[in-house]
């Protein structure tokens, strides 16, 4: 029954192929094809599919405004015996496609080849931002849910979620209007120099991003009301937590990036790092959001972050003034507070200024003092010079402060977890953690690097508008892009790093 059962079973991952297209010289021709990176959110854990041979899943979206339509074709079919039967495929994929994706597909490849208003079409929303790789124009559009154009095409390409998005979840449209305006929706496109036809678009798709703004309440007191003491405040204060019509800096938020994808045939081009970029500018260009987080990102979405960010505090100058107090002098027992090792002032209004959420900023910081500190004073390679106490140097003593720092956030962060150890099982599992951390800080830094040595040698871009190549970064056997991806899921980044001692520390996400 086994070899029964398998010959009518098909890999899910390798059945469904998903195509781009555009208009052609006679016919619709597909400008990228690929295939889901999971499929078990749809057809089951197994992602497997029962009952055919020769089985083929096509998904076809036009590239500009990203009308789908599904094929589904196989050699052949399972005849039902008893209660076994083969799986309905249009009908499990109907919870996940909206119902224009289920015409006929020659009327589907006939409209795309005729289709007059591509010539006119335009990305919903306004372009925020635009870019060049290798004379290719690209560009950036955001817009709110409730606008319907942003709803049109989001609801055509969600099926993406669980194809590429793990832990991911549909946008509901069925929200009134000031919750849907809380959603801001990022599309990237390639603006095309040449079209393919006359009547065709000059847009094609690219990736996309959603991000939720959440209105939290704010210590400081609106500018309105910091003349009116605290007291007599809190006695007059009518209580209003109406959504506001319009954005105002008067109301602080916080900005979650949710969603964020890069096709695949399109990633490892340095699409990532700049539509992620491009989101940041626009947010920090709003005065009503006050910090930016990411919703429960994957690995590869927290190293293009962390790539980001120590780039961005690099060339704006906030990390110029951070540097460790080598001066302190180290106590031989005891404790030696945080703000003795390093300016907590400082630090907490330049995080305010870029506004970055305490735990990224933490990190960053963390980041950029390592890489101040040479690698003959960091701790497995003066293991190795077995220097004597009286032969420290200024940076021994910086990396010593350093190391001090980081197990002290790793300490507080998770002190809960670490006392239901016994006290020597507690001192080595913080050394553990604290290892693994450095040594994921170590290998973000070799990327860095490596990506800035790219930069440097092209200069940005050369005269051909050509960047250079990201390097990709061999580690535990395996190939690690460190440029783009998709990323998005259900939790809070921010709050929910702690999941358990237990859990396997290969990358140490949930501690750092």
């Not at 001066?327 to 970055?356: C, F, H, W, Y």
Request: hydrophobic share 35%.
């Amino acid at each position: 029954m086994a070899g029964h059962v398998d010959k009518w079973s098909t890999d899910a991952n390798q059945a469904v192929n998903i195509s781009l297209i555009q208009q052609g010289a006679s016919a619709p021709e597909a400008i990228a094809t690929f295939n889901p990176k999971f499929t078990y959110p749809i057809f089951g854990k197994e992602e497997l599919i029962f009952g055919y041979e020769g089985l083929s899943i096509h998904l076809r979206f036009a590239a500009h405004d990203l009308l789908p339509n599904l094929e589904v074709t196989w050699d052949q079919k399972f005849k039902t015996v008893g209660e076994i039967s083969a799986l309905d495929i249009a009908g499990t994929l109907s919870d996940w496609l909206p119902q224009t994706a289920f015409g006929k597909t020659a009327t589907y490849l006939t409209d795309v080849q005729a289709d007059k208003a591509g010539e006119i079409f335009k990305p919903p929303g306004q372009k925020i931002a635009s870019y060049k790789i290798k004379n290719r124009a690209f560009e950036v559009w955001s817009g709110k849910l409730a606008d319907l154009g942003v709803q049109r095409i989001l609801e055509r390409i969600q099926i993406f979620i669980p194809f590429f998005i793990e832990g991911g979840s549909y946008l509901s449209f069925d929200e009134p209007e000031w919750s849907l305006n809380r959603w801001t929706v990022f599309f990237l496109y390639e603006k095309l120099a040449a079209k393919p036809t006359p009547i065709s678009s000059i847009y094609s798709f690219i990736g996309y991003s959603t991000a939720y703004r959440y209105y939290f309440y704010d210590q400081d007191q609106p500018q309105g009301l910091k003349s009116i003491p605290p007291k007599a405040y809190a006695k007059q204060a009518r209580f209003d937590f109406t959504f506001p019509s319009q954005t105002s800096p008067q109301y602080h938020s916080r900005e979650r990036i949710s969603q964020f994808l890069i096709l695949p045939p399109f990633q490892s081009q340095g699409h990532g790092s700049r539509f992620y970029g491009a989101l940041v500018a626009s947010f920090l260009a709003d005065p009503s959001i006050k910090e930016i987080t990411v919703e429960d990102p994957n690995e590869a979405f927290d190293d293009l972050r962390d790539y980001c960010d120590i780039k961005r505090l690099r060339e704006n100058s906030t990390f110029d003034r951070i540097n460790i107090n080598t001066a302190v002098p180290m106590p031989r027992s005891g404790k030696l507070p945080t703000s003795s090792i390093i300016d907590k002032v400082l630090l907490q209004e330049l995080r305010l200024r870029n506004k970055i959420a305490p735990r990224q900023f933490d990190r960053l910081v963390e980041i950029q003092l390592l890489s101040l500190i040479p690698e003959g004073s960091r701790g497995a390679c003066r293991l190795n010079l077995k220097r004597k106490p009286n032969q420290s140097t200024t940076a021994d003593k910086e990396y010593d402060l350093w190391r001090l720092l980081v197990k002290q956030r790793l300490y507080k962060f998770n002190r809960q977890a670490l006392m239901q150890l016994d006290l020597p099982e507690r001192i080595d599992k913080l050394e553990e953690v604290f290892r693994g951390v450095e040594s994921d800080y170590v290998r973000l830094l070799r990327g860095l690097e490596l990506s800035e040595q790219d930069d440097r040698v092209v200069g940005g871009e050369n005269s051909n508008g050509n960047r250079g190549k990201k390097r990709v970064i061999e580690e535990d056997g395996g190939k690690e892009e460190a440029d783009e991806t998709g990323s998005g899921s259900s939790g809070d980044s921010e709050g929910d790093e702690m999941e358990g001692l237990e859990r396997p520390m290969k990358r140490l996400k949930a501690w750092r």
